[in-house]
C-alpha cells in the first residue's frame, strides 16, 4: 500500500479501546482517568507506548528514564497521550550466563506488550547490545508503526599512559598484564575508570554498530545514533523523537514491515562493512529479517562484504570512538560516502528516503570518515567462510584480526567449553606454538546459549614471546569490543552434532579467507566413523524459558530466533472484541 493510500485508510488502532460509547469503553476510559487522562483526551488523540528497558542494573540504559521524559514532552506537545511501559533489562556484562539467550524473551514482551495495549504507534528506548535487536524484532512482529532511539555511547576517561578506559581497553591491557607487560595495579586503576559516564560501548562494539545499524535500516532519526548518553542533545532528540511518534501514529506509515525491506538490511549491511561492526549484528539482523519476511542469508553478508571497505576510522578496527565519528558528520556523512552501494529510494521513519536524508550531510573529517579509496584498512571488513567444518556458514571479523593467519593450516587444540580454556590455557605441558588453532566447542546457541568467548586467551608463554594474535574457531559469539583471528558461528553448532564436534587433538585444520574455506583435514570415513560415535550430552534445562530455548533455537545462520516466531504477525482485531462484558470489573 502506498503512503497516501496508508493515510487516507488508517483508522487509529485506540479507538478500538476508547472510542465506542459501551461499557467496554467506558470501563477504558474510566481506568486511566486514574492516570490523568479524561474521556476527551482518550476520544480525539492517538496513544503512544515509551517501551523502556531502563533499570538500576545495566548502566548502558541508565539515562533512558530521562529520555521517556524527553519524549513524553514531545508527545504531549504533538498532541499525543504517552504511556511508559517497563520492560526486561539485559545488561551484557551482569546477567548470567549470558544476556544472549534473553533477546529472544525480550521480543516477546516487546510483542505481547503492543499486541495487548491500545497503542496506535511505539517509541523504543534501549542500549544495552541485546536490548536493541529484541525491541526492533517484536516491534516489527506487532505491526503498528515505531521509532528507535539508542541510549548513546559513554564518554570513556582516559587513564594510565593515555589510554582509553573502555571495553577494547580492557581487551589490551589483560594481554599486557598476562605477558607480564603491566601490572595489577594499572588494572585496578583501569578499573576505576572504566565506567565514566552512563551509556553503551564508545568504540564500534555492539551496541554502538547495532545502534548505527538502526540509522541504516530506517528506523530512528538521522543522525541521533552516535551522540553520547551524557551529552544534553540526546534530549533534544528524545522530544523529536516523541513528536515523530505522533506523526507516525496518524498517518499509520511507514510501518515497520515497509521500511524493513531487501533495500535497508543491503544499505544496513553496507554500513556494517564500513564501520568494521559487530559480528553480532549479523545475527540480529538475520533474526530481524526472518521476523519482516525478508529472505536473508549470510551469502549476501558476504556478497556486499567483498564490495565495502572500512572507511571509518573508529576503534577496535580503527583509532577513534564513536563520538568522532558523530563529530564527523554521523551516520548520514558515512552513508554518503558510501552512495553508490546504497539503495537511496530506500524508506525511512524520519518521512524521507535515504538518498534525501544523505544529500543534507557532510563529511567534516576526512581522517574519520575516510574516502572509499583511502580505507582504514585494505580488505573486506567481514567474511563468511564455509567448509566441511562450517557447512551452513561461519563469519570473521577479518578487518580486526592478523592478515597472517588468512591463509593458515595448523593442528587443532581443542576445548570441550569455557572452564576446560581457563583450566588448560596456562598448562606448560600443553603442546601449543603459534601456528596451533584453538577450537571451544559447545559454545552455540543450544550447548552454552552462545555467550562472547570466541575471542579465546591466548596462553601466557606465547603472550611472553611477543605472539598477539592466533587462529580461533568456535560455535560461539565475540564481543563486538573485541579483536583477533577468531572464526565464529560454526553451523550447525557442536551441540547438535555439526562437525566441530567431530574435531580431535592434533587434527589438521585449514583456513583460507579469500577462498572462503574453513575445512578440517581428516579423511571423510574417519568423519563418518566419528559421527557414529558421537552422543549428545543431555540438557541441563529442563524447565522454565531454557528449556524453551533449546527446544526452538534456530541456529546461528539463521539468527538464533525461535522458529515460531519468524513472519510478522498478520492478525488484526476484530470489530467487536471488546462487546460485551470486561474482565476485572
Same mark, same amino acid.
Given at each position: 500500500m502506498s503512503r497516501d493510500e496508508t493515510e487516507q485508510a488508517h483508522p487509529?488502532?485506540?479507538?478500538?479501546?476508547?472510542?465506542?460509547?459501551?461499557?467496554?469503553?467506558?470501563?477504558?476510559?474510566?481506568?486511566?482517568?486514574?492516570?490523568?487522562?479524561?474521556?476527551?483526551?482518550?476520544?480525539?488523540?492517538?496513544?503512544?507506548?515509551?517501551? %523502556?528497558?531502563?533499570?538500576?542494573?545495566?548502566?548502558? %540504559?541508565?539515562?533512558?528514564?530521562?529520555?521517556?521524559?524527553?519524549?513524553?514532552?514531545?508527545?504531549?506537545?504533538?498532541?499525543?497521550?504517552?504511556?511508559?511501559?517497563?520492560?526486561?533489562?539485559?545488561?551484557?556484562?551482569?546477567?548470567?550466563?549470558?544476556?544472549?539467550?534473553?533477546? %529472544?524473551?525480550?521480543?516477546?514482551?516487546?510483542?505481547?506488550?503492543?499486541?495487548?495495549?491500545?497503542?496506535?504507534?511505539?517509541?523504543?528506548?534501549?542500549?544495552?547490545?541485546?536490548?536493541?535487536?529484541?525491541?526492533?524484532?517484536?516491534?516489527?512482529?506487532?505491526?503498528?508503526?515505531?521509532?528507535?532511539?539508542?541510549?548513546?555511547?559513554?564518554?570513556?576517561?582516559?587513564?594510565?599512559?593515555?589510554?582509553?578506559? %573502555?571495553?577494547?581497553?580492557?581487551?589490551?591491557?589483560?594481554?599486557?598484564?598476562?605477558?607480564?607487560?603491566?601490572?595489577?595495579?594499572?588494572?585496578?586503576?583501569?578499573?576505576?575508570?572504566?565506567?565514566?559516564?552512563?551509556?553503551?560501548?564508545?568504540?564500534?562494539?555492539?551496541?554502538?554498530?547495532?545502534?548505527?545499524?538502526?540509522?541504516?535500516?530506517?528506523?530512528?532519526?538521522?543522525?541521533?545514533?552516535?551522540?553520547?548518553?551524557?551529552?544534553?542533545?540526546?534530549?533534544?532528540?528524545?522530544?523529536?523523537?516523541?513528536?515523530?511518534?505522533?506523526?507516525?501514529?496518524?498517518?499509520?506509515?511507514?510501518?515497520?514491515?515497509?521500511?524493513?525491506?531487501?533495500?535497508?538490511?543491503?544499505?544496513?549491511?553496507?554500513?556494517?562493512?564500513?564501520?568494521?561492526?559487530?559480528?553480532?549484528?549479523?545475527?540480529?539482523?538475520?533474526?530481524?529479517?526472518?521476523?519482516?519476511?525478508?529472505?536473508?542469508?549470510l551469502d549476501r553478508f558476504d556478497e556486499i562484504g567483498r564490495q565495502v571497505p572500512l572507511i571509518a576510522n573508529v576503534q577496535p578496527a580503527g583509532e577513534h570512538l564513536t563520538e568522532r565519528l558523530m563529530a564527523a558528520g554521523g551516520?548520514?556523512?558515512?552513508?554518503?560516502?558510501?552512495?553508490?552501494?546504497?539503495?537511496?529510494?530506500?524508506?525511512?521513519?524520519?518521512?524521507?528516503?535515504?538518498?534525501?536524508?544523505?544529500?543534507?550531510?557532510? /563529511?567534516?573529517?576526512?581522517? /574519520?570518515?575516510r574516502p572509499l579509496d583511502k580505507p582504514v584498512r585494505v580488505g573486506e571488513p567481514l567474511v563468511v567462510v564455509r567448509g566441511n567444518l562450517a557447512p551452513d556458514g561461519a563469519v570473521m571479523k577479518a578487518c580486526a584480526a592478523d592478515p597472517r593467519l588468512f591463509r593458515h593450516r595448523g593442528r587443532a587444540i581443542v576445548f570441550e567449553d569455557v572452564q576446560t580454556v581457563a583450566d588448560r590455557i596456562d598448562d606448560p605441558t600443553l603442546d601449543i606454538d603459534e601456528k596451533s588453532v584453538l577450537i571451544l566447542r559447545n559454545a552455540g546457541p543450544v550447548g552454552a546459549a552462545m555467550p562472547e568467548w570466541g575471542m579465546l586467551p591466548l596462553p601466557r608463554r606465547l603472550l611472553e614471546r611477543g605472539v598477539r594474535d592466533i587462529l580461533r574457531i568456535s560455535d560461539a559469539r565475540m564481543s563486538g569490543t573485541a579483536y583477533g583471528a577468531a572464526v565464529l558461528h560454526v553451523s550447525p553448532e557442536a551441540a547438535v552434532g555439526g562437525p566441530l564436534a567431530l574435531v580431535r587433538d592434533g587434527d589438521i585444520i585449514e583456513l583460507d579467507v579469500a577462498e572462503r574455506r574453513l575445512d578440517l583435514c581428516v579423511d571423510e570415513t574417519e568423519l563418518e566413523r566419528r559421527r557414529r560415535e558421537w552422543r549428545a550430552s543431555p540438557q541441563s534445562h529442563t524447565r522454565g524459558y531454557r528449556s524453551l530455548y533449546n527446544q526452538h533455537v534456530e541456529q546461528a545462520h539463521r539468527g538464533c530466533d525461535f522458529d515460531f516466531l519468524r513472519g510478522a504477525d498478520t492478525e488484526t482485531l476484530p470489530d467487536g472484541l471488546f462487546d460485551g462484558w470486561v474482565g476485572g470489573w
Open positions: 487509529l488502532r485506540s479507538a478500538r479501546w476508547f472510542r465506542k460509547d459501551d461499557l467496554p469503553g467506558f470501563v477504558h476510559r474510566s481506568t486511566l482517568a486514574a492516570a490523568g487522562w479524561s474521556r476527551e483526551d482518550l476520544m480525539s488523540r492517538p496513544v503512544i507506548g515509551i517501551l %523502556n528497558t531502563w533499570s538500576d542494573i545495566n548502566p548502558c %540504559n541508565l539515562n533512558l528514564r530521562v529520555l521517556a521524559e524527553e519524549a513524553r514532552i514531545g508527545i504531549i506537545e504533538a498532541g499525543g497521550i504517552p504511556f511508559e511501559v517497563p520492560l526486561m533489562s539485559l545488561s551484557e556484562n551482569i546477567i548470567k550466563p549470558t544476556s544472549f539467550p534473553f533477546r %529472544n524473551l525480550l521480543s516477546m514482551d516487546v510483542e505481547e506488550c503492543i499486541r495487548g495495549y491500545p497503542f496506535d504507534a511505539v517509541l523504543l528506548l534501549a542500549g544495552c547490545d541485546k536490548t536493541q535487536p529484541a525491541l526492533l524484532m517484536g516491534a516489527v512482529s506487532a505491526r503498528v508503526p515505531f521509532i528507535f532511539l539508542a541510549s548513546g555511547p559513554a564518554t570513556p576517561r582516559s587513564f594510565t599512559g593515555g589510554d582509553l578506559a %573502555n571495553a577494547t581497553g580492557v581487551w589490551r591491557l589483560v594481554d599486557k598484564m598476562r605477558a607480564g607487560e603491566s601490572t595489577k595495579d594499572e588494572f585496578s586503576k583501569l578499573e576505576r575508570n572504566v565506567m565514566g559516564t552512563v551509556g553503551h560501548c564508545a568504540e564500534m562494539g555492539t551496541a554502538s554498530s547495532m545502534a548505527a545499524i538502526c540509522e541504516a535500516l530506517g528506523l530512528s532519526l538521522p543522525g541521533s545514533s552516535l551522540v553520547p548518553a551524557a551529552d544534553r542533545r540526546r534530549s533534544f532528540i528524545a522530544r523529536d523523537v516523541g513528536r515523530r511518534s505522533v506523526g507516525l501514529a496518524e498517518s499509520g506509515w511507514p510501518q515497520g514491515t515497509e521500511i524493513l525491506d531487501q533495500r535497508a538490511f543491503d544499505n544496513a549491511i553496507a554500513l556494517l562493512c564500513a564501520v568494521g561492526g559487530s559480528t553480532n549484528v549479523i545475527i540480529h539482523l538475520l533474526a530481524l529479517a526472518g521476523r519482516a519476511g525478508v529472505p536473508l542469508t551516520v548520514p556523512a558515512l552513508m554518503k560516502r558510501l552512495k553508490p552501494f546504497l539503495h537511496l529510494d530506500a524508506v525511512t521513519v524520519d518521512g524521507r528516503t535515504v538518498g534525501e536524508i544523505i544529500d543534507a550531510a557532510e /563529511v567534516l573529517d576526512p581522517d /574519520v570518515i
